[in-house]
């Protein structure tokens, strides 16, 4: 009965016109907040996405890594015991350091990372590779596969270039303060070219494991870090445990999200962000409500009257008001969902909005519509719907019985 009179009141035509009009520019207000929420927060879906795909591409699902020091001591037993981990797909042993880089005269600073035969089953560089091949090479001539603005910044052509990269890197055990005596140094053949990410491509270089043993005299178990890759239906977080247990709090165990926590934490913060900011168009509608939902009570007080008369009490006014607010509130919102998935949508088939530059993996915004957005859109116009039609339903419910004879 409640839905019946709100509905009716909605519907009906109102003896002063601009009640009408003040309703409807209500839904097209809310309709317009609720479309440009479930855009912006698909943008930042979308981003999210684009972000966390680049990420995996580099960092692997887990990471063993040391809790002080630089390196970490795994024996063949320890690595078995580790394989045998239920949740564990692949495993690679990695070595990073910084270095010095020189090609003729140009000079910059890097990252090495020498990995095993196993790496590209943890992570999916070599997929990313957009020049030459993925090539770390062997004893008799060790390569590179360096990121695409390392390759620009040292002026190397990885598909035409046959003179070697020189490296350089401080001596573990340095005993003198002479260059030669401070510093190990070989040389590289460069192989490929990666692109991924700004923060890899000008960071990385990725070469063979045996390479950066020899040249920072590590032993034959020694490793920066040990990547893993989960096995299908494994979370990350359930194989952290796992290898916890294993191996005890002498290791640094991290996810994937850990990694990288930083830049998730400060994702998750915009998206918010700009949730909260976008709710005030919503807030700015309700007051539409309100104005129009007050007009309704003095246009229907004859109603209120005749209702009370007959034994409605208070609660059944104030309801019938805040059902009409919530209808106002779900009008407006189906309308926002529809033209905000519609938008979605187009952008996703076609990539009308384009990204401007040439730095970018992708041409147009990218765009993920969840469901858990229009969830998260809809508690927050119902809150607001029912807010805004607390005042006017509360006065409504309040109006005393004034019966005139004619």
Same mark, same amino acid.
């Given at each position: 009965?409640?839905? !019946? ?11 002063? *016109? ?12 809310? @309709?317009?907040?609720?479309?440009? $929420?479930? +855009?912006? $927060? ?6 999210? @996405? ?17 809790? #002080? ?24 042993? +990695? ?15 890097? #990252? ?59 001596? &573990? ?23 991924? %990410? ?7 270089? /990725? ?10 005299? $590590?032993?034959? *178990? ?7 890759? #989960? ?20 290791? &640094? ?6 990694? *990288? %926590? ?33 007009? $309704? ?17 208070? %609660? ?11 209808? /106002? ?19 996703? !088939?076609? @990539?009308?909005?384009?990204?401007? @530059? ?16 229009? +969830?998260?859109?809809? +508690? ?5 719907? /029912? ?20």
């Amino acid at each position: 009965m409640i839905w !019946q009179f709100a509905s009716r009141y909605f519907r009906a035509k109102k003896s002063t *016109n601009a009640i009408n009009i003040i309703a409807w520019v209500s839904v097209v207000a809310i @309709g317009v907040g609720a479309g440009a $929420l479930i +855009v912006i $927060l698909s943008v930042f879906n979308g981003f999210e @996405g684009l972000v966390k795909s680049l990420y995996s591409s580099f960092y692997p699902s887990v990471k063993i890594s040391p809790v #002080t020091g630089k390196t970490i001591l795994l024996s063949p037993a320890q690595l078995k015991q580790i394989a045998a981990v239920k949740g564990v797909a692949h495993y690679s042993a +990695v070595i990073e350091e910084k270095a010095v880089m020189q090609f003729g005269e140009e000079k910059t600073i890097a #990252t090495l990372k020498g990995v095993d035969s196993h790496y590209n089953e943890v992570t999916r560089v070599k997929e990313k590779v957009v020049r030459g091949r993925f090539d770390t090479g062997d004893e008799n001539a060790y390569r590179a596969v360096l990121g695409i603005e390392l390759e620009g910044a040292l002026g190397v052509d990885v598909e035409r270039s046959m003179v070697p990269v020189d490296v350089y890197v401080p001596r &573990r055990s340095a005993g003198g303060l002479l260059p030669n005596e401070a510093l190990n140094s070989s040389y590289l053949y460069p192989a490929g070219t990666f692109a991924i %990410q700004q923060e890899f491509n000008s960071k990385y270089v /990725i070469t063979h494991i045996d390479f950066m043993r020899k040249l920072l005299e $590590l032993g034959p *178990n020694e490793m920066s870090a040990l990547e893993i890759a #989960t096995a299908s239906g494994t979370e990350d977080v359930v194989l952290k445990q796992r290898l916890e247990q294993l191996l005890g709090p002498q290791f &640094r165990i991290q996810t994937r999200y850990e990694q *990288n %926590q930083a830049l998730y934490a400060i994702m998750q913060t915009e998206k918010w962000a700009v949730y909260v900011i976008l709710s005030f168009i919503l807030i700015i509608a309700a007051f539409n409500m309100i104005g129009s939902l007050s007009m $309704l009570v003095i246009e229907k007080q004859k109603d209120i009257t005749i209702l009370k008369a007959m034994g409605a009490r208070q %609660q059944l006014i104030m309801k019938i008001f805040l059902a009409e607010g919530l209808i /106002i509130a779900g009008i407006g919102a189906g309308f926002g969902f529809g033209l905000g998935a519609l938008v979605c949508w187009i952008q996703q !088939q076609f @990539g009308v909005i384009k990204l401007e @530059g040439a730095s970018f993996l992708v041409d147009a915004y990218p765009v993920s519509m969840h469901p858990m957005d229009f +969830v998260l859109v809809s +508690v927050t116009i119902i809150v607001i719907g /029912i807010a805004a039609s607390w005042y006017p339903a509360r006065r409504a419910s309040m109006l005393g019985i004034e019966l005139k004879a004619t």
